[in-house]
């Protein structure tokens, strides 16, 4: 069975309308679609996929800047696979570091997020990356089923 990965293009790609930018560079790299849906992400759901998060980092407002940043958004969220390649390690590459001002220049994130961890903490919110991809096989099932099972 080939395995997958889930991603979410977050709230920023799309008031940017870099979703199709971005997805177009997943696909040129040989990811193939499996499954995709349009999201309108309430709180449950947004603080169940941020769950762990929320209670391992150490930024006393996180919980609201999760809520701030996605309650009432649009998402737009795909599982993909590709033929020869390990989907998980593969999308991780192309998309970058987290923080897209360390992310390289050729990376998804390098080439089209404009924002950093200082900026978005001196505003109070999340920093603004553009897509979320699973970084495990055990966080993509989590994740897939999540979301695509709501």
Not at 40 to 59: C, Q
Request: glycine share 2%; proline share 3%.
């Amino acid at each position: 069975m080939k395995k997958s990965t889930f991603i979410m293009l977050k709230p920023d790609a799309i008031h940017r309308n870099l979703d199709q930018t971005v997805m177009d560079e997943l696909l040129h790299a040989g990811c193939k679609i499996k499954r995709f849906d349009t999201v309108k992400v309430d709180e449950s759901l947004i603080l169940k996929h941020y769950e762990d998060v929320i209670k391992n980092v150490n930024i006393p407002q996180f919980k609201q800047r999760v809520l701030n940043e996605y309650v009432g958004e649009t998402v737009k969220i795909y599982e993909l696979e590709h033929d020869n390649q390990d989907v998980i390690s593969l999308v991780r590459e192309l998309i970058g570091a987290t923080e897209p001002s360390k992310a390289d220049p050729q990376s998804i994130r390098g080439k089209y997020a404009d924002d950093d961890y200082e900026r978005s903490s001196n505003e109070d919110r999340l920093v603004r990356n553009l897509i979320h991809a699973s970084d495990s096989q055990e966080s993509a099932k989590k994740e897939l089923e999540l979301w695509f099972n709501r």
